[in-house]
Structure formats: C-alpha cells, structure tokens
C-alpha cells in the first residue's frame, strides 16, 4: 500500500503491509452456536434469520444481552455473570486484513485530540468532533 493510500486511513499508518492490503468483502463473522446453562446446544444457520421465541420471562431478552457482552468483551476484562448463556461459538471468514478494512469501510475512524482514539459508530464520531471543537 502507497503512503498516499495510508494517509486517507490513518488507521494503518503504524501497520506493515501484510495487514494493510485486505479486502473488506473477504471479511466475514458470525455466530455459529450457543451452549446454555441447561446443557442445550443451539446451532445457528449460516444463512437466514434466526429468531428467539418464548413466553413472558423465560430468558430471551437476557440471552440476547448475555450474547451481546460476549461479542463485546475486551480480552483481559472479567466476564459478568451469565444467567443463560454457558458458552457461545463463532467463526471468521477473511484475514486480519480483511478485518481491519471492512472496519475501516464500516466505521468511522477518530484520532482528534482531546477525544477517544479509535473506531467508533458515526453517531459517535460527531459526539468526537464537538469534544474536539470545545
């Protein structure tokens, strides 16, 4: 990748070549399976819509959080107690290239002062802005 390239994502700047030349409709994600705290194995179809019914008060709404935290987790972090969830399996498709110019495709990037570095939705990143400004 040219410095040119680089300059408009600056994200890349400190990255060697092997992670700044992935192709963003290489990347893929998703959850593949979940185990519940009863034992219950769920699969999860590649393809579709998957849909969680259930009467009043059964789990659903905490599944669906539980299953939230586990994608947003930070390494190094504690995980929270889970009421439903035991384990929660996913796959990839794509190299770490792909993965960071899919992100940088669908996210919007920030490094202004006084403001998180890093990816951030774009509602967020106008929230960056005004911190900046100020």
Same mark, same amino acid.
């Given at each position: 990748?040219?410095?040119?390239?680089?300059?408009?994502?600056?994200?890349?700047?400190?990255?060697?070549?092997?992670?700044?030349?992935?192709?963003? !409709?290489? @990347?893929? @994600?998703?959850?593949?399976?979940?185990?519940?705290?009863?034992?219950?194995?769920?699969?999860?179809?590649?393809?579709?819509?998957?849909?969680?019914?259930?009467? !009043?008060?059964?789990?659903?709404?905490?599944?669906?959080?539980?299953?939230?935290?586990?994608?947003?987790?930070?390494?190094?972090?504690?995980?929270?107690?889970?009421?439903?969830?035991?384990?929660?399996?996913?796959?990839?498709?794509?190299?770490?290239?792909?993965?960071?110019?899919?992100?940088?495709?669908?996210?919007?990037?920030?490094?202004?002062? !006084?403001?998180?570095?890093? @990816?951030?939705?774009?509602?967020?990143?106008?929230?960056?802005?005004?911190?900046?400004?100020?």
């Amino acid at each position: 990748m040219h410095n040119s390239e680089r300059s408009t994502r600056p994200w890349l700047t400190d990255l060697g070549d092997e992670l700044a030349g992935g192709e963003a !409709n290489k @990347f893929g @994600f998703r959850l593949s399976s979940l185990e519940l705290i009863s034992g219950e194995q769920v699969p999860i179809a590649k393809t579709g819509v998957t849909a969680i019914v259930g009467g !009043n008060n059964v789990g659903k709404s905490t599944l669906l959080r539980e299953i939230y935290g586990v994608i947003h987790s930070h390494y190094g972090q504690p995980t929270p107690v889970h009421h439903v969830l035991q384990k929660c399996s996913y796959e990839w498709e794509g190299s770490i290239a792909d993965m960071l110019e899919w992100i940088g495709q669908n996210y919007a990037y920030s490094d202004a002062p !006084n403001a998180p570095v890093g @990816f951030m939705s774009p509602g967020v990143q106008g929230e960056a802005e005004q911190v900046q400004a100020i």
